[in-house]
Every structure is written in structure tokens, then in C-alpha cells.
């Protein structure tokens, strides 16, 4: 549980009477590079998107790097399929392709004579009810973080995944939750980030009259465990004592996930 | 299975050769002499003790007790200890005798130099070699973290014993892992013995008489792990006369009393020792720090009784506990509790019984309360116990210990309870499990020659897994296929295992000796943690239908030296352990997921583990110490990671040095030092990144292909022994740990340098560059 890696974090923080940070050099050994696709269904216009790129190496920069030349078509589960138009170098997208509660997605793409297919079934849409942002104090230190809040229905798995935007920055941390033990419930999560005053590329905290935005995404259960499992091994700061690939749902040796969501947003200006 | 058959047959075969030693030559009579020894300053019973006469010898048992039969005549009864002057009496044997020996401490003479016959407690002629046993002294004389003595910390400096590294609790013993370690306090199983992430552990050094760590190669009245055994006594109670001792250190304060109830006939002691820096937390007028909670302490109580001749009672319990919380948002506590109940009984001057009763309990809550999220998190594990063991002093060709154990373990793995009903969280109760482990053990220590020793033995176990409970089918990819409803009681599976243990110990000549072992090993408790820093909050599960027990099968050889004579002693060891059913985890698995069906996040393979070990220690004199070298390889093969091929375990360290000395000055000071060098764990690193929703992923390929930076550091301590008076003494201890600073790496992350966006960085996390501390000690 993420409440318990939090407190176990915290616990280091606290202990820690003299402990140092630094860079260091390591030498890496270069590998294949297999292919990352990234494919995105929504319920809402404008938003069908694959990207498709490779891996890079440790020492290559961090810019996006796409594939050209890919074939990419999308499936319903009706039998009609879309092929997908490249936008910019590998972004493929179609303007009009809309996803539906309940229905089953495929994905395929042929690329570098290699061809990966994934499914990903859209469910059902959870309102986001409302999104506020709340002080929280933590030794002394007051930071303004962004809750959201709505009804999980009962008697079913639902996961959700939260993005969250800072005057139109996307916070890079990975907000994904299910309701194991939230059932039926009315759940506020908080969608709680730190900002690391050392390093000049984070995300500030928010402050009076920021604009935050919040996507939230009713996601199935296969993208929730490639996120899940992103999150605890892939991320190069877990805990996790075997780092490991995430567990995607893409069939043919890609990395990356298919994911049909239902997508709501809301706007809100921080007190 | 061939191995099986095979040992019963060598097994039978040295049964029937038994029975015609047994059978005493017609004749010459033979009595028994048998009895205690005891340090004469405290009462204390002196484990381990040396009783010879006559080219015969034995050592006294857990409890202090020995027996010795010979032919009728007199002899000199030769009793020895070390740290304890020897002792030489006449014995006129013509009958059974009963004598209570006791013993004086070593003096020191004007210069300060120590005056101790015994200058090894490594006899040459003891059968039991490869044993390390530390005594109270031993833990004393190695500077420590924080100014606090530690015995597992101490244990870690011998070959063989590897630390988890700085912040983390836990120890490999010859590449196991750190669940595969049985840890005994006064006969009760300790399930973590840690206390703040491992800096501390649960034993208060002040308290601890004798510490004895098997290596694997454990006789057959112990079993349950794969890899070790520390089998920790505690003192009793000094039974001549009251004490009072304590000190305080930059952590922690302690305290320690101890006397007779009737003098010489009972004594009870009980030792408190607790951290005090949340006590300056409290005084601070910012709500945000005052109420923060960061302590442990631990409580040992103790009594025993001298029902008569025959007779001896004990009771101990240990309560131990750590809290930590945040403000109100956050808390987590986690503790042990153990209590004993023994009976010692002789039956007859040969035969002695030790019943034991034993409760133990470990448990772990969390508690969350942050706006309407607030919920608690409890897990336990609970074992009722019941031991019988019986030493058979049969001839002075053969010791027999034979017994029976029964463990009845309870495990709550998890319930989750909303904090309020306003809470946005339900209930949820992780079924309980329960299981039964039985086992019954025969072992003999049989002087075949003069020079040849042959221990034998067999443990044979039978792990019961009970219901209420439901149990799984599951697929390959860990899918549940179908459920199997147990009800209370019903058995759902039983394991019975044999467990066969056989060591040949052969003597050169009067100064070295040569062992060769074999031990078979059962695990049937699981510690399911998979995170870097071994977690309070990791599970202890029992196996299942699912998980099967874990199996070791270990050879071993050894060559034992001592030298210039018996100031220094050599070893060498070499094993080779080869490991069944060993756990590890599917990609991306979820160990703090709350379900009954645990074993869908699971993997099984098999480990392989050799390396040789050398310790050279000089054991006399002003200056003592040891130094000891580990070469050794650990290795995993799981089917569904690293490509179903062999890869490092994270324990695995080729190079392991530990070097430690002690000089005593003179009576008023004695310095110590040690260094330890150990090569870095086994990790994976990534071999690419890419994007994912615009933040950067790392790649990996193979699993634990890579290696940390090598761990080094040096600590320093010095002791100043102030006034001693007659009825008080007191002491500064002094000490620095990882004195020139080495930033030893914790964990190595990878993260979006923070100059450039577009590169990435390698950062390391080193946890303590100098700590220096002092502490005051006193006794009265």
C-alpha cells in the first residue's frame, strides 16, 4: 500500500542523522532497444493517440524520439477498424475515433517488421465529483495540495488514474489507485506532490492563484497493473528490491501499454 | 530420495554398532560424577564449561549441567571456562558423586595482565567444531553504532555472517537469506529482531550470558531454518548477591537489576532499556515536532528457583516495541513478546530433562488518519509452543540427546479497520492461518576412536497446515482457477519431512583436527518482503498447499588449527548449500496487496550458495582480535525471472572482511578498532529509458547483473574504566563509527539530472559518514 511505503519513507527521512547525496558515474552496459508504444482510447474528441519510439540509451538525451513508417489501426469491438495518420514524427492519431463504456478496443501496429497488438476494454465512468485543494502541514512546512473527490460504486473492481497539471505542467508523479478497500465508498484521495527546491526542473508547489487542472481516468484493470507495477519497479527511485519492467498488456516484446479510458477533467484556481 | 535411503541404512548401521559400545565391560564398576558449574561471584551457571579427568572430557549443556562416567579410582577433575580461572580438584571415585563446581572469574594482575589458565576455550578434542560461541566479553571488547554493544552487530564481524548493510536489520548467513535465520532468546523464537531499521537490535548486550551461531550445520534439536541458528542465553540472576547497573548513551538509557529471592536457591533479573531522544521532542513548543513519536524500548524479566537437588524452575518474558509517529497523521509500531516457562529435571546423574513452554508473539500496526482517509493496518504471527528434550550422558563414548517439540502457529496476516465511521475505507479481514509443526529428533555424539568423533542425528518433522481457511488452485500466470473451503481444524496438507544431520570431526594430532559435515534443513515459515530495506511490515506466512517448504541441503569441511600454543587459533571452512523451493516475485508484484490468496504474486525456483571461510584469531595476551575472510557465491534460478537463467541473489558478496582488535592498556583503559570491507550486493541496473506520459521510464534487462560500489569503513571505540571503588564501578565508553567519513552507498537511484532536464543522473544515498559517541556505564 502506498501508505505504507509513504510512512516507511518518512521513517528513513527522520533517522537518517548524516546521510548524503551525490552523483555518481556508473558505467552501463548498452542493450537492444525495443520498441515503446504508447496507445491511448478516450470518450472524448480529439484525444485517440499512439506514440511510438524506442528505447534510448542511459547516456542519450530525454527528448521523445518517434518512429515514423509505422502502420497503426484500431479496432472496435463491432469489427471497424481506423488506421491511424501520422501527425509529427511517431505520433499517430485519428480526429474523429471516440471510445464507449463497455466496449472492447484492439490495437495493432506493424513497425520495423515486428507487429505488437493489444486490447483494452473502456469502463465504466465514475464522476469526478469535485477537486479542492486542502493545506496540509508536515513539520512545519505548509503546502497546498489538490484532493479530489467521488463515489466508487459498490459490488465492482474500478482503478483510476489522476493527472495533474500546475499552470499547465504536468506533475511528473504517478497518481493510480483502486478501490480494494475503498468499495462503494465516498473517497477523497489527495493527489499530494513535494517539490524538491534543489532541482530547478520540478513542478513548483502550488501557490495562490496557480491554475491546477486534473484529468481523471477510469482505467481496467490490465493498465492499472502496468501502472501499479511502474510505479513500484520502473521509476529508478522505487523500493523495490528487484526493479523490473512494468507489466504491460502490448503482445510481441514492446514496452508501453494500450489504454481505453473514460477521461473527465476539471479546472480550479488554488485559494 | 536415494540420499534418504542411503542415510537410513548408514543410520541403522551405526544403531546396532551403538548397542554393542553401549554394553559396558564386565568387571570394573563405573559411577558417574555430574553436577553444575557455577561462576562463584554471581551464581551464574556457565554454559559451555570443560570437565576432564583422565583423557575423558564433556562440556556442560544450555543449563550448566555435565555428567562423566568413569571406572573406579581417583582422578583430577579438571573444570574450565573461559573468562573463568580453572579449576583442579581430587576426586576419590567409588561411588555415583554429585559435585557443584564453581568458578572465579580471571584476575588481573598488577601490570593488567589477564591471569586465565584456559586461554582458548577451543579444545581441539571437542567434537562440536565449527561452532562459534561468543561470550559476554567477546561483545563487550567491539566498538559499536551509537555507543550501543550489539550481539547480532558483534556476530556479523565472523566469517560466514554478512550484515545487510547500514540502515537495514537482518544478516546472511552463507548466502541465505535473512528470514532463513533462527533467533533464540532463552529457547523462544525472536521474528524480528531489529529495532529502528536496523541500527539496533533486540538484545540488550548487558543481559546476554553466551551466544552460539550454527552455520547450517545445527544439531538435530534444532530446526525450522534453512541457514542458521543464534541460540541466545540470557543471565538468570545473580543468586549471592543484589546489583544495580545502567548507563546512558546518546540514544539510549538503560537499567539492570538483578538479586536473590533466597540466596543461592533463587534469583530473578530484569533489564529495561529505552531510547529517550522523543523525550526533547515533547519539549518543543511547535505542535508540528511536539507531537511526533520516534522511541523502542525493550524489557526482560526473569526468575528462576532451586526446587531441591533435582529440580530447577525458570520463568523469563521479553516485551519489546517500537513507535514511530507522525503528528496524528501517521503511525506505525511494531514489537515482540515472549514468555518462558522451563522445567530442568534430572532423572538420574546421567539423564537430564529440560520441558519447556514457550509463547511467542510478534505483531505490526499501522494507523492512517489524514482528513477522512483514517484506517489501521494489524498483522501478527502466534506461536504456542511445547518442547521436551532429554540429554542422555550414556558413556563417555556416547551423548545422546533426544526430544519432541509441538508449535502451534496463528498468523493474522492482515486486517485493515476503518478508523471512524466517517472513514473512507472498509474493513477488510485477511483470513487467519493456522498451522501445526511437529517434530521429533534423536542425535548422538559418539567418540567412535580417540581421535574420531561421529555425530548423527535425524529430525524428522511434520508440518501441518489446519484450516479455518480457504486455499487456492492457481494457473501459471497465477490466475485463481478455484477456491478450497477448509473448515476449523480440518487438515488441509501435512509435509513431513526428514532432516538427516551427520558430522565426522577427525584429530590430526593434539593441536589440529578436520570435520567434514552434511545437514539437511526445513523451512516452513516464509518472510514475504520485497523491498530493498527489509520492512517491519514485511509478512510471515506459513507454507500452503501452494507453497511448499523450503529445503537446504549443506556439506561442509573444515580444518581447525591451533596455534603457538593455543594463543592463536586458524580456520578454514568450506560449504556448498543447495536450496529448494525458494520464493521470490513476479514482475510488478504486489506484496502489501490485502487478498487470502498471496501465493498469485509468487514465484518458486531453486539457490545455490558455496564459498570458503578463514578466521585467524589471536585469543591471549594484551592484544586480541581476529581477522576473517569470506569468498563466497549466492545464486537463484526462478522460471519467469531473468529468463529462466541463474542469476545473483542480492545478497551475494564475493569478498567479506572483517578485521577486529582489542588492546588493553592497563587497568584503567582498553581501545578497539575494527574495519570491515565487503564487496557490494548484487542489483539491477537499468540498460535504456524511454518516455512514458512524458515522464522518463527506466529499461532493464537482466536481474542483479550489476554491483553496488564496495562497502569499507573503520570504527574506533575506547573504554576508561573510572573509580573503581569496592561496592561501585563505572565506565566511559568512547567510541566513532565509520571514522574517515566513507560514504557508503544505501541505494543508488536514478532520476532527471537537476541542472539538465535532458540528462540523467546516478544518484548515491549514503546513510552515516562519522558518528561519534560516548556513553556512561556504572554497576553497583
Not at chain 1, 511517431?90 to 507487429?115: E, N
Not at chain 2, 570394573?28 to 559451555?48: M, R
Not at chain 2, 500496526?365 to 550414556?394: C, M, P, T
Request: hydrophobic share 35%; net charge neutral.
Amino acid at each position: 500500500m502506498k501508505y505504507i511505503q509513504l510512512g516507511c519513507l518518512l521513517f528513513l527521512a527522520i533517522s537518517l542523522l548524516s546521510a548524503c547525496q551525490k552523483v555518481i558515474h556508473l558505467d552501463l552496459k548498452p542493450s537492444d532497444q525495443p520498441y515503446v508504444i504508447e496507445g491511448i482510447v478516450t470518450d472524448q474528441p480529439g484525444t485517440c493517440r499512439v506514440l511510438i519510439s524506442r528505447t534510448k540509451q542511459f547516456a542519450d538525451d530525454n527528448s521523445f524520439q518517434g518512429v515514423s513508417g509505422a502502420e497503426v489501426t484500431l479496432a472496435d469491438d463491432a469489427g471497424d477498424t481506423v488506421r491511424l495518420v501520422e501527425r509529427g514524427a511517431g505520433v499517430y492519431t485519428d480526429s474523429m475515433f471516440i471510445g464507449a463504456t463497455g466496449h472492447r478496443y484492439a490495437l495493432q501496429v506493424t513497425v520495423g517488421g515486428k507487429r505488437f497488438t493489444a486490447s483494452s476494454t473502456m469502463p465504466s465512468k465514475v464522476t469526478l465529483d469535485s477537486a479542492y485543494i486542502a493545506e496540509e502541514d508536515f513539520f512545519g512546512d505548509a503546502t497546498k495540495q489538490l484532493n479530489v473527490m467521488y463515489q466508487d460504486p459498490a459490488g465492482q473492481p474500478d482503478y483510476y488514474k489522476f493527472v495533474e497539471f500546475v499552470n499547465g505542467v504536468q506533475v511528473q508523479q504517478l497518481f493510480v489507485g483502486d478501490d480494494q478497500l475503498t468499495d462503494g465508498k465516498e473517497v477523497t484521495s489527495t493527489l499530494r506532490y513535494f517539490d524538491d527546491k534543489d532541482n530547478k526542473n520540478d513542478v513548483p508547489k502550488i501557490k495562490t492563484g496557480d491554475t491546477i487542472k486534473v484529468n481523471m481516468e477510469c482505467i481496467d484493470a490490465a493498465v492499472y497493473k502496468y501502472w501499479s507495477s511502474l510505479e513500484s519497479s520502473a521509476t529508478g527511485s522505487s523500493q523495490s528490491a528487484s526493479p523490473a519492467n512494468p507489466v504491460t498488456n502490448i503482445a510481441g516484446g514492446a514496452l508501453g501499454y494500450f489504454s481505453a479510458y473514460t477521461l473527465q477533467q476539471k479546472v480550479i484556481i488554488a485559494p | 530420495m536415494k540420499m534418504n535411503k542411503a542415510y537410513l541404512l548408514l543410520f541403522l548401521g551405526l544403531l546396532t554398532g551403538f548397542h554393542t559400545y553401549a554394553q559396558q565391560p564386565s568387571g570394573s564398576a563405573h559411577y558417574t560424577i555430574s553436577g553444575t558449574v557455577t561462576a562463584q561471584k554471581s551464581g551464574e551457571t556457565l554454559i559451555g564449561a570443560t570437565v576432564r579427568a583422565a583423557g575423558a572430557g564433556t562440556v556442560t549443556n544450555e543449563y550448566g549441567f555435565f555428567s562423566i562416567t568413569l571406572p573406579q579410582g581417583t582422578y583430577q577433575l579438571q573444570v574450565s571456562a573461559i573468562g573463568m580461572q580453572s579449576h583442579e580438584e581430587k576426586v576419590t571415585l567409588d561411588r555415583s558423586i554429585r559435585m557443584n563446581v564453581t568458578l572465579r572469574d580471571e584476575t588481573l594482575s598488577l601490570e593488567g595482565v589477564t591471569i586465565s589458565s584456559s586461554r582458548t576455550d577451543r579444545s581441539i578434542t571437542n567434537p562440536l567444531m565449527g561452532v562459534n560461541k561468543l561470550s559476554a566479553a567477546d561483545i563487550k571488547n567491539v566498538p559499536a553504532l551509537l555507543g550501543e554493544r550489539d550481539v547480532l552487530k558483534t556476530i556479523q564481524l565472523l566469517p560466514g555472517i554478512k550484515s545487510a548493510g547500514d540502515g537495514n536489520s537482518g544478516f546472511y548467513v552463507r548466502g541465505g537469506a535473512s528470514d532463513q535465520n533462527l533467533i533464540l532468546l532463552d529457547d523462544a523464537p525472536v521474528y524480528n529482531a531489529s529495532h529502528l531499521l536496523g541500527f539496533f537490535s533486540t538484545f540488550n548486550a548487558d543481559a546476554v550470558k553466551n551466544i552460539t551461531v550454527y552455520k547450517g550445520d545445527m544439531p538435530a534439536q534444532y530446526g525450522g531454518r534453512l541457514s542458521s541458528v543464534e541460540d541466545i542465553r540470557m543471565n538468570d540472576g545473580n543468586n549471592q548477591q543484589y546489583h544495580v547497573s545502567g548507563g546512558i548513551g546518546l540514544i539510549s538509557a538503560k537499567l539492570s537489576v538483578e538479586g536473590p529471592i533466597q540466596q543461592g536457591k533463587s534469583s530473578f533479573l530484569v533489564t529495561a532499556r529505552r531510547t529517550y531522544a522523543d523525550l526533547f521532542l515533547k519539549l518543543s513548543p511547535d505542535s508540528s515536532i511536539n507531537n511526533n513519536k520516534l522511541y523502542f524500548y525493550d524489557l526482560n524479566a526473569k526468575m528462576n528457583y532451586i526446587l531441591g537437588d533435582k529440580d530447577r524452575l525458570y520463568f523469563s518474558g521479553y516485551f519489546g516495541r517500537d513507535v514511530l509517529g507522525v503528528q496524528r497523521t501517521f503511525g506505525l509500531d511494531w514489537g515482540n513478546e515472549t514468555g518462558t516457562l522451563r522445567w530442568n529435571h534430572l532423572y538420574n546423574d546421567k539423564l537430564f530433562s529440560n520441558t519447556s513452554l514457550i509463547f511467542s508473539n510478534y505483531n505490526y500496526n499501522i494507523s492512517v488518519a489524514s482528513g477522512a482517509n483514517n484506517f489501521n493496518i494489524f498483522s501478527q504471527i502466534r506461536d504456542w509452543h511445547i518442547k521436551e528434550e532429554f540429554d542422555w550422558y550414556l558413556s563417555n563414548r556416547h551423548q545422546i540427546r533426544f526430544g519432541l517439540n509441538s508449535i502451534y502457529h496463528v498468523m493474522r496476516p492482515g486486517e485493515v479497520k476503518p478508523g471512524s465511521a466517517t472513514s473512507n475505507f472498509n474493513a477488510d479481514l485477511l483470513e487467519n492461518r493456522f498451522s501445526w509443526e511437529n517434530a521429533a529428533y534423536f542425535s548422538d555424539v559418539w567418540k567412535a576412536s580417540k581421535r574420531l568423533n561421529i555425530t548423527y542425528g535425524l529430525r524428522f518433522t511434520a508440518f501441518s497446515i489446519l484450516g479455518k481457511g480457504d486455499f487456492f488452485h492457481l494457473d501459471d500466470a497465477g490466475n485463481i482457477l478455484d477456491t478450497l473451503h477448509y473448515n476449523s481444524g480440518q487438515f488441509v496438507k501435512t509435509y513431513f519431512n526428514p532432516e538427516p544431520r551427520l558430522a565426522f570431526s577427525y584429530q590430526l594430532n593434539a593441536t589440529s583436527s578436520v570435520k567434514v559435515s552434511y545437514a539437511r534443513n526445513v523451512q516452513n515459515l516464509h518472510l514475504i518482503s520485497n523491498s530493498t530495506a527489509s520492512n517491519p511490515t514485511d509478512k510471515w506466512v506459513a507454507s500452503t498447499n501452494i507453497i511448499r517448504p523450503e529445503i537446504a541441503d549443506q556439506f561442509s569441511a573444515g580444518y581447525y588449527k591451533n596455534l603457538w600454543d593455543d594463543t592463536y587459533e586458524l580456520t578454514v571452512e568450506a560449504y556448498y548449500k543447495r536450496m529448494q523451493n525458494q520464493i521470490d516475485y513476479r514482475n510488478g508484484a504486489d506484496v502489501f496487496i490485502n487478498t487470502n490468496a498471496i501465493e498469485t504474486e509468487l514465484l518458486f525456483g531453486k539457490g545455490r550458495a558455496y564459498g570458503i571461510e578463514w578466521l585467524f584469531k589471536k585469543t591471549a595476551g594484551k592484544f586480541t582480535g581476529w581477522l576473517s575472510y569470506t569468498l563466497s557465491k549466492t545464486q537463484l534460478q526462478v522460471n519467469g525471472i531473468n529468463q529462466d537463467q541463474w542469476y545473483n541473489a542480492r545478497q551475494d558478496r564475493t569478498h567479506d572482511i572483517s578485521i577486529v582488535g582489542t588492546y588493553k592498556l592497563n587497568k584503567k583503559w582498553s581501545f578497539s578498532a575494527d574495519w570491515v570491507f565487503y564487496t557490494g550486493d548484487a542489483v539491477t541496473f537499468p540498460s535504456g529509458k524511454y518516455l512514458i506520459d512524458g515522464q522518463v521510464v527506466y529499461y532493464y534487462t537482466k536481474r542483479n547483473d550489476y554491483r553496488m560500489p564496495a562497502y569499507h569503513r573503520l570504527d574506533i571505540g575506547a573504554t576508561l574504566q573510572l573509580r573503581q571503588k569496592k561496592k561501585f564501578s563505572s565506565d566511559l565508553v568512547f567510541s566513532i563509527y565509520n571514522v574517515y567519513g566513507r560514504e557508503n552507498a544505501y541505494t543508488i537511484t536514478f532520476e532527471q539530472s537537476k541542472d539538465d532536464p535532458d540528462r540523467t543522473d546516478a544518484v548515491q544515498t549514503a546513510l552515516f559518514k562519522f558518528i561519534p559517541s560516548v556513553s556512561y556505564d556504572f554497576k553497583f
